[in-house]
């Protein structure tokens, strides 16, 4: 045993391990990335919602952040920063929230993507004497949501922010269907279909006399694969900082890159069937299973040494809420998982139990 091993030994379990060197490395070579690009990074925060990871992003030159929710911007901004994009499309009951956050001195961006919310938005804005900076979200793969580049829609919507009072903050979009892909060539025109949309977009915009300082485009494989960002002004990724299984069958990134796992110990085993059954069940393991839908299922989780190394042949195969059932024999007592998380492993203070979607790598002790 190392004397890293040692300390995991005492650690009780389950437990999410971060591995910082490796998030330090993920961090520096996505930064390293984007200054070599020319462009802004605005890393995603709802992967960890941890304030330490976040300020070691900012410390490594990211510009501001992007968050989920309305909590999460709050929680960022209690710790200081000011520069919020909030990415998910705003509706009326939440723009008390978001006029809160601004009267406290939040530089909180919003999103829209329809004609009704921008109207509720500049309405809410004139009936509060606020004006919200908007951006327009932009859809440019059938991921999720957004305006197309050539929709008439997006003219219109614009029109409504601008004459209505809003600031028209820019244009972004995520290529979130980059996920379901796995080959550098799949990736590099993924990466080059959301650049060139979301530019149009807001090459549109300003031919029709309206402004669009930020084009923001952004996912951790296109953001990994990107060879050109003409036209981006900003990236957002999140995964990247810890990396997971799922990342890793679409290829942009190793299993040594992954950063987070869990720590679960052997609590006993079914040995006609050869099972050992641990203590990481889906509540530390996470019931979204994403390498599910890819070539490669690895179940709720790879098995990896206490050292982090993965252990071929061994697999977190099933989970129940508190159990998980190794397909690998271990003496009761043993401790040997630490998991790395698949996709969007939260690792915030209030849930100390890791919740991430997918898979994660035991790493068997002793
Ligand atoms: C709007 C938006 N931007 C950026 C990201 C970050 O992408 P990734 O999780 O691939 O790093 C996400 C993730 O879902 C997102 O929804």
């Keep these: 045993m190392t004397n890293h091993s040692q300390s995991l030994a005492s650690v009780d379990t389950p437990a999410a391990i971060i591995d910082t ?10 930064q390293t990335r984007m200054d070599a690009l020319g462009v802004r990074f605005r890393p995603h925060v709802k992967t960890t919602k941890c304030s330490p990871v976040v300020k070691a992003q900012i410390a490594a030159g990211a510009s501001g952040i992007t968050v989920s929710t309305l909590k999460e911007a709050t929680q960022f901004f209690d710790d200081g920063i000011t520069d919020i994009l909030y990415a998910v499309g705003m509706v009326a009951n939440k723009l008390p929230q978001a006029l809160a956050l601004r009267r406290r001195g939040c530089d909180l961006k919003i999103l829209t993507d329809s004609a009704d919310s921008a109207r509720a938005i500049v309405a809410f804005g004139a009936a509060h004497g606020e004006m919200f900076e908007v951006w327009i979200e ?5 991921h999720r949501s957004g305006i197309r580049p050539d929709e008439p829609a ?10 209505g009072g809003a600031c028209l903050g820019g244009v972004m979009t995520h290529a979130g269907s980059s996920y379901e892909l796995n080959t550098r060539e799949a990736l590099v025109a993924m990466a080059e279909q959301e650049r060139s949309g979301c530019v149009r977009a807001a090459e549109r915009l300003r031919q029709a ?4 300082p930020v084009v923001s485009v952004g996912s951790t494989p296109t953001a990994l694969s990107a060879e050109n ?4 002004t900003e990236v957002r990724a999140g995964v990247y900082v810890f990396f997971d299984l799922v990342m890793h069958n679409v290829g942009v990134c ?10 679960t110990t052997v609590i006993g085993h079914q040995a006609e069937k050869g099972w050992a059954i641990v203590d990481a069940g889906w509540m530390a393991m996470s019931r979204d299973r994403g390498t599910q839908k890819q070539q490669r299922d690895f ?4 098995v990896c040494g206490i050292d982090g190394a993965v252990i071929p042949g061994y697999i977190l195969g099933g989970a129940n809420q508190e159990h998980g059932i190794l397909s690998a024999r271990r003496r009761p007592g043993h401790r040997h998982c630490r998991a790395l998380p698949d996709r969007d492993p939260t690792a915030h203070p209030a ?7 997918r898979a994660v790598s035991c790493l068997p002790g002793s």
């Design 254 to 263: 190793s299993t040594d890159d992954i950063a987070l796992s869990v720590l």
């Design 351 to 357: 849930q100390p139990r890791l919740r991430h979607r």
């Design 138 to 142: 932009i859809d440019t793969d059938g």
């Design 21 to 30: 060197q490796r998030m330090q490395h993920n961090i520096h070579c996505m």
């Design 229 to 232: 960002l003409q036209g981006v």
């Design 154 to 163: 997006l003219l219109d919507v614009a029109t409504i922010l601008h004459e």
């Design 209 to 212: 006399g309206l402004p669009c």
């Design 299 to 302: 179940g709720y989780g790879l």
